[in-house]
């Protein structure tokens, strides 16, 4: 344990209150107990939904949501389905000006793809393609649309913050100033090699340098402020978007297994929740990373008991990357053993 859990457990108890509806003050000692082992900042939220028994750290605390924002893009693309408003079968045909570098695998691929939607949104859960996700974006009204959706469904704690696109923009900026010159598209063509064709010199030289930028020792503490982010989530918020759809709230019974089997699909984040389960038990997941700073994991775990939602958002990760991936793991295990065996 490091040196500081002793406070960080201190603190993590005293945010069980007796008497709040569904606390497990055990389940809540448990969690606070692992949690203090993390190395970085940690927020969580746990709930087994057969019985409405939780715990959580700091649930309400605002926590950089990098990927795990693309869950409200997926469920509300389904909804807009179910009310027929988006046709997930239509397809689309990717050009060069849509690639996104980043996470995913359309950026690796020849222009002139047919996908579905529906294909988009498999790409978007399983390998968490940023093309995939700023195509879906558009499709479901944009940031500000989504914005709305999130606190109109109750869910006013997460918010995106920009599209993919200016996203990387601003990132590229700040950890490479040379891109201030720029613009927003010539800097995401730099970051996918399939789009030199519309660079001019200087982003040329500039995708040479983001091609070889390797200084990540204390890029963390630049990254502190949600300005920075590219969403904004609570451990709370994201949990009980993941209940609605495991519950099928959202939409119809159909529809929701859907989403559920997309994220059962889940291709990244093997060091986190499912670590130590996935022999175990089904996994519906979702990450989120922003490496070296930002692990996240939020899923859904079908214990013997039930299915139990399990949100781990983090920040500010110290040390190795791999052994905070590891903690989530150990602490998720340490949960479902509790859990199953009550």
Same mark, same amino acid.
């Given at each position: 344990m490091n040196r500081l859990a002793p406070a960080l457990l201190v603190a993590f108890l005293l945010l069980w209150r007796p008497g709040h509806a569904g606390a497990d003050p055990e $389940?809540?000692?448990?969690l606070a107990v692992e949690a203090a082992g993390f190395p970085g900042k940690m927020t969580a939220y746990v709930k087994q $939904?057969? &019985? %409405?028994?939780?715990?959580?750290?700091?649930?309400?605390e605002p926590m950089s949501s990098m990927s795990v924002i693309k869950l409200g893009i997926l469920a509300k693309a389904y909804q807009m389905a179910e009310g027929d408003t988006l046709n997930l079968d239509e397809r689309i045909t990717l050009r060069t000006i849509d690639l996104r570098g980043g996470s995913g695998i359309f950026q690796f691929h020849s222009p002139g793809l047919n996908p579905t939607l529906r294909d988009l949104l498999w790409e978007m859960v399983i390998t968490s393609d940023n093309t995939a996700t700023e195509m879906m974006l558009a499709r479901v009204g944009g940031v500000d649309e989504l914005n709305r959706w999130f606190e109109g469904d109750g869910l006013k704690a997460m918010q995106m913050n920009a599209t993919i696109a200016a996203y990387f923009a601003r990132i590229a900026r700040i950890v490479l100033p040379q891109g201030k010159a720029l613009g927003e598209l010539e800097i995401n063509a730099a970051l996918v090699s399939q789009r030199s064709g519309e660079l001019s010199p200087a982003g040329e030289a500039y995708a040479l340098e983001l091609a070889r930028?390797?200084?990540? $020792?204390?890029?963390?503490?630049?990254?502190?402020d949600p300005a920075t982010w590219l969403g904004t989530v609570s451990a709370r918020a994201v949990g009980r978007l993941l209940e609605q759809m495991e519950k099928a709230t959202l939409v119809s019974n159909a529809r929701s297994a859907e989403m559920m089997s997309m994220l059962k699909s889940q291709q990244? %984040?093997?060091r986190r929740i499912p670590m130590y389960l996935d &022999?175990?038990?089904?996994?519906?997941?979702? &990450? %989120?990373?922003?490496?070296?700073?930002v692990a996240n994991d939020v899923g859904v775990v079908y214990l013997?008991?039930?299915p139990t939602v399990m949100v781990f958002l983090t920040d500010q990760i110290r040390g190795n990357y791999g052994e905070a991936e590891a903690r989530i793991g150990a602490v998720a295990r340490r949960l479902a053993e509790y859990l199953d065996a009550r």
């Open positions: $389940l809540q000692r448990l $939904l057969a &019985t %409405g028994q939780e715990a959580s750290i700091a649930p309400d930028f390797e200084p990540w $020792l204390g890029v963390c503490e630049r990254f502190k990244a %984040g093997a &022999t175990q038990y089904a996994i519906g997941h979702k &990450t %989120g990373d922003f490496p070296p700073c013997n008991k039930g």
